[in-house]
C-alpha cells in the first residue's frame, strides 16, 4: 500500500476525530445556555435540549468510526472535485459545512449504486450528474484507522467477507456500510410506494426493512414525525431482539408492535390471545381439521363479513321512534328515511357517521318543523286526557310542558339518549355473525366447519380469541366506529409477513388506511399452513388494488456457501426460490446419526464443546417441537447452567446457548446452530410445511450447522449424506 496515502488518511481520521471532538463541545456550551435563553419558554427549551442531547448521543456512539466510506465526486459544471465521507450519522460544523455525510442522503446513494466513471443521483432539486472518480471504503476500529481499500461496487463478495464473518450480535449493527445494490433500491424506495419484498433467508430482510425506516424518517423529516411510523414483527421475542436498532440508526419515537398488540391496542378490549398449539401446527396430517382456520382469514370471510354489516346498517335502528314523556315526538319511519337517505360513501365510510350524519338531520329536522311536530303532539295530548281523570290530566299538561321546552331545546338530550346505545361493539357483532354464519354458507361448506364454530364463540364470549379472529375483529371495528388515531400512520413495515392471512393485510390496510406499506418476508418460510399467505399476487390485487410493486431478494448474505447449498435441497425438493449465497467458504455441513436419546445428548453435547472453542456467542439447539426443545434443554442445563430454553413467553435473547423450536426461530440468526433430529420420521418431506420449518432451521447459522437425525435422514437431504 502507498505509504503517501496512508499517512494522509490516517491524519484525515484524526482531523475529523478532533473537528468531531469539537462540535461536541460546541453542544455541550449550548445545553448549559439554552436554559437562559429560553427560560422563559419551557416548548423550545425542552426541543432544542432534546435535539441537541440527540446529536450528542449519536456522536459519542459514532466517534470512534465516523466514516466508513469516501466518494470523490466532480460535478459536472463545477471544477472542484468533491471529497465526500460517508457514515452512520451525519455531522455538520457549527458554520453547517459537512463533516460526514450521512449514509441516507441523496448523494451516499453513489457509494451503493454507482460504478466509477459517469454516475449521477436523485437530489430533491432534480438528478445530479458528474464524474465519480474514487470510491474507498474504510476500516476503523475504535479511531484507528485498520485498513481500507479503492473499491468499484460495494458488491464484491469479498469485500463482504469481514462483515459476513462477524458474529450474529455485530452483525445488524454493522450493515449500513455493506449495504447492496438491490437492497439499498428497496431501502430508497419513495414512501408513496406500496411495496412487497420476497426475500430468501438471509437475504437481509430484516435489515433493510429497518434501514428503510431510517432512511425514510431521514428523508421526510420536515413532513412526517417519528410516531408516524409503525414496524409490525411476528411476536414480541422478535421485536426486543430488533429493538436496539433503530436507536442506533438514529431513529427514536417509532413503534414497534406484534399484529396481537396492535389489535389488541385499537379494539381496546380486555381480551386473552389463546396460545397456539403447536403440535396442531407441525403434525396434524387432515386438511379438513384447519379448514375453519384457514376460512377466518381468507378475502371470503370479509366478504360474508361485508353482507353481514349490511345487513346490521338495515336492521340497526330501534322499531320506535323518539318519545318524550310518553309522546312521540319523532316517528320511526321518520328517522329511517333520514338514516337510509345517507348513502355510505368516502365521507359515511361507518356505521358510527351515518348514525352521527342522522342525529344532526334528525335535530335540523326538528328545528325546521317544531310547530307542526308540536301541533301532532298536542293532538296526542287531547286523546289523552279525554281518557282519564282530572288528576292524570294535570299530570300530562306537565308532561306538555316540558316536551315543548325540550322542543325549543332541540331536543337534542332525547336524540342522544335515542342513538347512544344503537352501536355495539365489534365483539358482539361478531358473535352475532358466527352464530349465524349458517345463512351465508353453503350447507356442504358448513358441515365441514360447523362442529368448531360453537366452542369459537364460547371463547369469544369470555374475551378468549384466537390468532385467525383478530382480522374480522379489527375489520369490524373500522366498519362500525372508524379508525381514528390510526389516520396518522403514513408508512408500515411489515416482516415476516409470510404467516399472515390475505384478510389479515386487508384489515391492516383498513385500521391504517393512510399508510403506505413496505411488506418483507419469504414464502418459503411460511411455517403456518392454516393461514400463512400462498401467494403474494393474491395480497397485491386485493389489499392494495394492484397499486403495489414486488421487489426480490434473492442473494443470501448471512450462511456459508456449504450451509445454503444443503439448504437449498429442501427448498428445490418443495419448487421454491433457491437461494443464491455469497460467496463464503466454511465448514461443510456435519451429519449424525443417532440410535437413542442418550446417543442424541452426547452428541448434541460434542457440538457444543466444538462451538466453545470456536468462540461462538450465539448458539441455537433448534427443535421441531417446543416439548422435545424442553426436554433437552433439561437435560443439558444441569451440566451447563448458561442454556437457555426460549418459549414463546420470552422476550429477549442476550446471546448465549439457547434451546428453541423452529418456528421461533424464524427470523433470528445465530454464530452456530444444532438441528436436533432431521429425520423422515420428524420431519415427513411429503408435507410442505414440515419442509419449511426445516429450511427455517438449517438458514439461521451465521458460520456452522450440525445436522442429528434418528434412523433415516429427510428424503431432500439424502443425496448430502451419501
Known sequence: MD????????????????????IMEYYDLKLEALPKIYKNNPYMLSNFMEMY????????????????????????????????????????DEDNHNIVIDWRA??????????????????????????????RQYDIEEGQLKNFQDVDTVSDD??????????????????????????????????TKNIIIQGVAGSGKTTVALHRIAYLVYNNRDSIKPNQYLVIGPNKFFVNYISGVLPDLDVENVKQLTYEELCAEFLKEDIELIKEDKKLITSISQEQQLTYEKFKVSMEFKKLLDKWIQNKSETLLPKKGIEIKGYEVVSMETIQNI????????????????????????????????????????????????????????????????????????????????FKSILPNSIRVYIEFLTNLKQYVNPEFYHLIEKKIPANIKNIKERKVEFEDLSALIYLKCKLLGVEPYEQYKQVAIDEAQDFGDFSFFALKSLLKNATFSIFGDLAQSIYQYRGIKDWKIVMEDTFSEKCEMKYLLKSYRTTTEIMNAANHITNYINLNVAKPVIRHGKNVNYWKYQNQKEQIHTIKTILKQYKENQYKTVAIICKEEEEATDIYNKLQSENREIHNITDSDTQYKGGICTITSYLAKG???????????????????????????????????????????????????EEIE
Not at 505509504?3 to 482531523?15: G, H, P, T, V, Y
Not at 451516499?108 to 470510491?135: F, H, Q, V
Not at 415427513?684 to 434418528?710: C, F, G, W
Open 3 to 22: 505509504s503517501k496515502k496512508w499517512e494522509k488518511e490516517k491524519a484525515n481520521l484524526q482531523d475529523v476525530i478532533q473537528k468531531y471532538k469539537e
Open 339 to 418: 338514516y337510509f337517505s345517507i348513502e355510505e360513501n368516502i365521507v359515511y365510510d361507518t356505521l358510527k357517521k351515518r348514525l352521527d350524519r342522522t342525529s344532526l338531520m334528525l335535530a335540523k329536522y326538528i328545528e325546521d318543523n317544531c310547530d307542526s311536530i308540536l301541533e301532532e303532539v298536542k293532538e296526542q295530548y287531547k286523546k289523552k286526557v279525554n281518557e282519564v281523570s282530572k288528576e292524570m290530566q294535570e299530570k300530562e299538561l306537565e308532561k306538555l310542558n316540558y316536551v315543548e321546552k325540550e322542543m325549543k331545546k332541540g331536543c337534542k338530550a332525547s336524540i342522544q339518549k335515542y
Open 158 to 191: 469479498e469485500l463482504l467477507k469481514p462483515y459476513l464473518n462477524a458474529s450474529a450480535d455485530n452483525r445488524l449493527k454493522n450493515i449500513v456500510s455493506t449495504i447492496q445494490k438491490e437492497q439499498n433500491e428497496i431501502i430508497r424506495e419513495p414512501i
Open 106 to 135: 441523496p448523494v451516499a446513494s453513489m457509494y451503493y449504486d454507482s460504478n466509477i466513471g459517469r454516475a449521477s443521483y436523485k437530489a430533491p432539486e432534480g438528478t445530479c450528474t458528474g464524474e465519480l472518480l474514487l470510491k
Open 53 to 92: 442531547m440527540q446529536k450528542l448521543r449519536l456522536m459519542e456512539k459514532s466517534i470512534g468510526k465516523p466514516y466508513f466510506a469516501r466518494l470523490n465526486f466532480h460535478r459536472d459544471g463545477e471544477a472542484k472535485v468533491e471529497e465526500l465521507y460517508i457514515g452512520k450519522v451525519g455531522v455538520m
Open 668 to 718: 433470528l440468526e445465530f454464530d452456530g446452530v444444532i438441528v436436533t433430529n432431521a429425520s423422515e420420521e420428524e420431519y415427513d418431506s411429503q408435507r410442505k410445511i414440515d419442509m419449511k420449518l426445516l429450511y427455517v432451521a438449517m438458514t439461521r447459522p451465521l458460520h456452522e450447522l450440525n445436522v442429528l437425525y434418528h434412523n433415516s435422514i429427510v428424503k431432500p437431504l439424502q
